[in-house]
């Protein structure tokens, strides 16, 4: 994890601890390095990603402020963490209720997405994942051929995909393709979320690429839009 993404984490913890609330100033950059014993550089990197994602903003010549309820778990889709850096960047504990790996046949989706045959061998990696003991997103996590078998030895529940693929399989994550939709949860998503049947829900749909552009994830996640947040920073 990048320095300053630990950072962030950091902030959003102190801003939770002392129970900032909207529109609550923050302590200056020297005041905030010295008491989260972060170095100034790291600091600014840190704010301004906070900055881009909606999370606090500046106003000259009077400080920065917070700038939403921290009750949510945000994120900017501008870059592409993983589900349990989400979580730990909102300064929550990750976990797992349900952990379940199997080898299934490749569909018409998935054939296209990791670029396989169909009825090809793919594992798949489901998990509910939650936040301080809370369910709020479901995963499920079509691997490339190449990462299965890696993976099949993997006992971890908690595990990151991605510092699995880049630490242990020593393979570089490249570009993100995801897709965003609105979905009603229907009963199975509404037991496994614990949220009423007919709540809404966001799909992301998301394929993960390497440097080279060679498929290693097809992703479909179930998240709870009471538990997250996303930001997107657009320019002209």
């Known amino acids: 994890m990048p320095a ?8 959003i913890l102190y801003i939770k601890s002392k129970g900032l609330m909207t529109g609550d100033r ?14 100034r550089l790291t600091l600014r990197e840190a704010l301004n990603a906070l900055k881009n994602d909606g999370l606090i903003h500046a106003v000259q010549g009077r400080g920065t402020f917070v700038a939403c309820d921290y ?78 078998t890696p993976f099949l030895g993997v006992t971890n529940e908690n595990i990151s995909l991605y510092s699995f693929i880049e630490n242990d399989c020593d393979i570089r994550l490249g570009v993100c393709l995801a897709e965003l939709a609105p979905l009603i949860a229907n009963a199975e998503v509404s037991a496994m979320l614990n949220i009423p049947e007919g709540s809404p829900i966001l799909q992301m ?24 947040r996303f930001t997107i920073s657009r320019g002209r």
């Open 71 to 148: 009750t949510h778990i945000f994120d900017s889709l501008n870059i592409n963490y993983s589900v349990t850096e989400m979580i730990e960047a909102a300064g929550y504990r990750p976990g797992v209720a349900s952990f379940k790996k199997e080898l299934i046949k490749a569909d018409a989706v998935v054939t296209e997405r990791l670029r396989v045959a169909e009825g090809t061998d793919v594992l798949m990696c489901a998990r509910i994942r939650l936040a301080n003991d809370e369910p709020v997103v479901y995963t499920r996590d079509c691997l490339s051929p190449r990462l299965t």
């Open 4 to 11: 300053y993404v630990s950072a962030k984490k950091q902030i």
């Open 205 to 228: 749909q998301a394929s993960v690429n390497d440097v080279f552009g060679e498929p290693l994830i097809y992703a479909n996640e179930l998240f709870r839009p009471d538990k997250f």
């Open 26 to 39: 923050l302590p200056t950059e020297v005041e905030l390095s010295e008491q989260l014993n972060i170095s």
